[in-house]
């Protein structure tokens, strides 16, 4: 018999930074009538990192949060990419950001006549190096240059996409201190058990290793505590991605800075990846590595700390919500710190969470809807997160091996239409804009055999001028924009 009884009360479990955004976003959308428990982990969390994420969040306007907000209570900076460094062979560099749609000639996307232009000469590969002077963000970072996005859609600026960097540990702080929802508990705890129910396909409750008991219709884990206890019967379909992000294990660290050191970036090294974020005050370092092609001591004196090493095994769910069980974020994947992308997830589940908030607990559609649409948000940040591991260049392992893994179905379309005609195919849910696809895929070595048929109409010499003027104007565009660190120096210090 379906289960009609009225979803009265979600209880929400994890560490400081995964909890607070979401249980910030539950509390501020409950239905009338509708409790909140947040149970903070007090157990040992993971040793503090750093994040980049969006300048624009969804999830951050819909509970009041800035960029600004991030810069001032949690140690940010603000950047417009992030650096790759050494993935197509030590010595390479390509700057990854967003940077919007570039203006096509004739309605012809800009790679295609540049292609042409590559071509007359027969030199293709040259397709890479010829767009640069129209990466406009990636030009703007190399000028140390920064800027909001523009309004007006006729700027330059419009093009930009700003990150902000900032400290994981401050900004689950900060949420935690603007928690006022008088509808909500707060308590802290760690999980010791989950009390099933009959068939065993449902949690009764949680139990704290003080003894407290947990009830609630609705449970939802950002951190995984919950998810380690689970039977088999709640069992999240995980998909394992050990073949692209062919590492093993994970270590940090962080030292002081006297100054903003940066945009963040990934590095590609013998055996490993590591991710570099400059906050302020402060750099985080965070290595991906792999137990048989680099010794721990290495990986320790890479990111600076004394610390042990943790396992790292990455992959996604399928079906994060089981039952009356939510799993969000890290609960319900590991995709390593490249783009923080656990966090985007956690966002991205979170704003579908409180769209398909149940109101009774048979909660079947509910759950099927909502594993559907996260699973395409999933499975986008896999793909453009995939592109530079697949593509790399590099001799030594595992990133050897890396370049022979399996394509996902839907990257492998994507590459195929790419490389064959220079056509870009969208999904549902993209998460990142048509350009910095393209960018990114012509800068890591794809390069189309063949360009639209309609360039060959044009007249490369008649292009040429309109060309230049684009180009002008990004770089008078970039001449007046600020100084990034003077940028900076315009926010207030913390605790100010």
Request: overall charge negative.
């Amino acid at each position: 018999m379906a289960d009609t009884t009225p979803v009265s009360r979600i209880a929400i479990f994890g560490h400081n930074h995964c909890l607070w955004p979401a249980a910030t976003l539950l509390a501020k959308n409950l239905p009338e009538g509708m409790r909140l428990a947040v149970i903070e982990d007090d157990g040992d969390p993971a040793e503090p990192v750093a994040l980049t994420l969006p300048w624009e969040s969804p999830l951050h306007d819909a509970i009041d949060v800035t960029a600004h907000d991030l810069a001032e209570h949690c140690n940010g900076v603000f950047g417009l990419g992030v650096d790759l460094h050494d993935w197509r062979g030590d010595g390479s560099h390509f700057f990854s950001a967003p940077s919007g749609t570039l203006p096509a000639i004739n309605g012809v996307a800009l790679h295609h006549v540049m292609l042409r232009a590559a071509s007359m000469y027969e030199e293709p590969e040259r397709l890479d190096y010829l767009l640069q002077p129209f990466r406009f963000a990636a030009r703007a970072a190399a000028a140390c240059k920064f800027s909001e996005a523009a309004g007006d859609p006729q700027s330059p600026l419009a093009m930009l996409g700003p990150t902000v960097q900032f400290e994981s540990a401050a900004y689950g702080a900060m949420l935690r201190e603007r928690f006022t929802d008088s509808a909500a508990t707060i308590d802290r705890g760690t999980v010791a058990s989950v009390s099933l129910d009959s068939d065993r396909s449902r949690i009764d409750s949680v139990t704290l290793t003080d003894g407290r008991q947990i009830d609630a219709n609705l449970f939802v884990d950002v951190s995984g505590c919950l998810s380690e206890l689970a039977p088999v019967s709640l069992d999240p379909g995980r998909q394992s991605l050990a073949d692209i992000l062919a590492f093993d294990l994970y270590i940090s660290g962080s030292r002081s800075a006297r100054e903003d050191g940066g945009h963040a970036s990934a590095r590609a090294i013998a055996g490993g990846l590591l991710v570099e974020t400059p906050v302020r005050g402060r750099h985080f370092s965070e290595l991906l590595f792999s137990a048989r092609d680099m010794v721990e001591d290495h990986a320790r004196t890479r990111v600076g700390s004394d610390n042990d090493s943790v396992p790292f095994s990455a992959h996604f769910a399928r079906t994060p919500w089981t039952g009356n069980l939510v799993r969000l974020g890290p609960a319900s994947a590991r995709f390593g710190p490249y783009l923080s992308p656990d966090m985007r997830l956690l966002h991205e589940q979170a704003l579908l969470l409180v769209r398909h908030l149940p109101a009774v607990g048979r909660m079947t559609v509910e759950a099927a809807e909502f594993n559907a649409k996260q699973l395409n948000v999933a499975r986008q940040l896999r793909d453009f997160l995939a592109i530079p591991f697949l593509l790399n260049a590099r001799d030594e392992m595992p990133w050897a091996s890396v370049r022979g893994a399996s394509l996902p179905q839907s990257l492998a379309i994507r590459l195929e239409q790419f490389r064959s005609r220079g056509r870009f195919v969208t999904f549902d849910s993209e998460q990142f804009d048509r350009q910095t696809w393209i960018d990114l895929m012509i800068g890591f070595g794809v390069v189309p055999c063949r360009y639209d048929s309609q360039v060959d109409a044009m007249d490369m010499r008649r292009i040429a001028p309109a060309l230049k003027q684009m180009t002008d104007r990004f770089t008078q565009t970039i001449a007046a924009m600020p100084d990034r660190a003077e940028y900076l120096a315009t926010i207030d210090s913390p605790g100010s």
